[in-house]
């Protein structure tokens, strides 16, 4: 079992990677509503990976945050 500061700074960086992911997704969303993009396209996969990492993520954080 981690201690309670190993389990904070997973949690920190964790959270830390989540804001960067949803700037991404954000600015992703609006490249693909300016550019007119296709769906179906190279966006829609990145879009897809960056939802699914952040997914992971926001479980990273709620697992941590109850453990500390």
């Not at 830390?16 to 992703?28: F, G, K, M, N, Y």
């Not at 829609?44 to 709620?62: K, P």
């Amino acid at each position: 079992m981690k201690n309670p500061e190993q389990l904070k700074a997973i949690h920190d960086a964790a959270a830390d990677e989540l804001c960067s992911v949803d700037a991404a997704i954000a600015r992703l969303l609006e490249s693909r509503t300016i550019a007119g993009t296709v769906p179906g396209g190279v966006s829609d996969s990145n879009l897809a990976h960056l939802r699914d990492r952040a997914r992971v993520l926001r479980g990273r954080i709620d697992q941590t945050g109850a453990k500390r």
